[in-house]
């Protein structure tokens, strides 16, 4: 992240400078912030020697941003003192503005260095942003103050907070608290539904496992919620965290299943979706739940699934005992989906490009066809589902109409990975809008 960037974040104006130095560091920018002067610098080795904070020092310099390498340095002024001493961010104040998506980006690179082990990062986003939210409405922000230039045992009861059960051999706590620092000097808890799609999409890219399902891309927010706009009540079912949450209006009528996630996950969705009702796993046999207007469904991808003898799960598709074989986890779920959804109600699923595809999965795709209305299929980049991979995925956009047209169109949209930079994915957001717009729509 540039340093100019994070200051502008911060709600702080920079000057850019051309040709300013002192001895032979150039100083790139210059801000004010509590009232003193600040500086941007880029040293060839990252951090700034003791001479040049010196020097900086005598040219009345308070505050010193520096980039170089993946991270920035930070220096300030302690109080009562008589030079330039590191520091792991700009210290908080008063008027806090919510992260950028460059902060994001920045946040994600401190939370890999910060975690040792790769399947922890989730746990330790989430419990950040869960104590942080929950400092905040406490109005007890100033606690994270300490992680600005504190040790980890004067910032002990923060670190307890954020490690929760996580073992220190998993976590390097000098990397916590530098997330912590930056985290400090901005507000986190959600004022509006696109901050919360923006806190869950964080959690959601965090992690670089490619085994990792990851939820839909934040570009897609707006659909999820004019979707969730028309509908009085709502089911979410997904095994990741991503766009699909903004479908949530927060009405009181919404249901969140969310398939293998973890406890610390589960609790963060929980600050960010209160009025919800969280079930944690067990889709698949639990009793017919309420009928809903619109459900939303990003099934478990790969896996082959013997539903329990007494689940309640029945269909025209199944011949026979539907126990008696596997079955790909996909069908199944989507099954579901379909008897839950109300009659004339909205269904989005995403699928992997084999299930829309191969021949083997023929006889579902001539089922599903008799049993709903397909109003659209949004096909996505490669790896948007899977970090890292070639695999393709796709959302279908379904009306369960109570009775079938003869003869339909489908709008058919394939968006490309230049289509979601600038004002492209503007004009193709209200295309796919309109696939399943009821006033558009028969």
């Not at 920045?106 to 929950?134: C, F, G, H, M, P």
């Not at 990851?214 to 897609?220: C, E, F, I, S």
Request: proline content about 5%; overall charge neutral; charged content about 25%.
């Amino acid at each position: 992240m540039k340093a100019q960037e994070y200051i502008k974040a911060r709600g702080i104006e920079v000057t850019s400078l051309d040709n300013a130095s002192v001895g032979r560091l150039s100083i790139d920018a210059e801000f004010k912030f509590a009232e003193k002067r600040g500086v941007v610098v880029s040293p060839k080795r990252g951090s700034v020697s003791d001479r040049y904070l010196s020097l900086l020092f005598n040219e009345g310099v308070s505050f010193v941003v520096a980039e170089g390498g993946s991270t920035l340095s930070f220096y300030e002024v302690p109080p009562r003192a008589g030079e330039l001493h590191f520091v792991r961010a700009l210290k908080p104040v008063k008027v806090r503005l919510f992260p950028s998506q460059d902060v994001f980006e920045y946040l994600s690179t401190l939370l890999r260095q910060s975690v040792k082990k790769r399947e922890a990062i989730d746990a330790v986003a989430s419990n950040l942003l869960v104590a942080r939210i929950a400092d905040e409405e406490a109005g007890k922000e100033d606690v994270w103050a300490c992680s600005i230039a504190g040790t980890v045992d004067d910032c002990s009861d923060l670190m307890l907070s954020i490690k929760g059960k996580l073992k220190d051999a998993d976590i390097n706590n000098e990397g916590v608290l530098k997330l912590c620092a930056v985290l400090a000097g901005f507000r986190l808890k959600p004022a509006t539904p696109e901050e919360s799609a923006q806190l869950t999409d964080w959690v959601a890219r965090a992690s670089d496992n490619k085994k990792c399902i990851h939820g839909l891309p934040l570009a897609l927010s707006p659909v999820f919620q004019s979707m969730g706009e028309s509908a009085n009540s709502i089911s979410l079912i997904t095994s990741a965290v991503g766009a699909q949450f903004s479908i949530l209006p927060g009405s009181g009528n919404d249901e969140v299943v969310l398939e293998n996630g973890n406890q610390e996950l589960l609790s963060l969705l929980q600050v960010l979706y209160p009025k919800a009702s969280f079930i944690d796993d067990g889709y698949l046999e639990s009793k017919p739940a309420k009928k809903k207007d619109a459900v939303v469904l990003i099934p478990p991808f790969g896996r082959s699934i013997q539903l329990k003898k007494d689940a309640a799960l029945t269909s025209p598709f199944f011949k026979g005992n539907p126990a008696s074989k596997k079955y790909p986890a996909e069908y199944l779920y989507l099954i579901k989906v379909i008897d839950q959804c109300k009659p004339d109600g909205l269904i989005a699923v995403v699928l992997p490009e084999g299930i829309l595809s191969g021949a083997s999965h023929r006889a579902f795709r001539n089922w599903l066809l008799d049993a709903v209305q397909i109003l659209g299929v949004v096909s996505l980049p490669p790896g948007f589902c899977f970090s890292g991979t070639g695999i393709r995925c796709s959302v279908l956009f379904m009306k369960k109409a109570k009775e079938l047209p003869a003869d339909y169109s489908i709008s058919m949209i394939e968006l490309r990975q230049e289509d979601f930079d600038g004002d492209v994915i503007a004009d193709t957001i209200e295309i796919i809008k309109g696939a399943f717009n009821p006033e558009d729509r028969s």
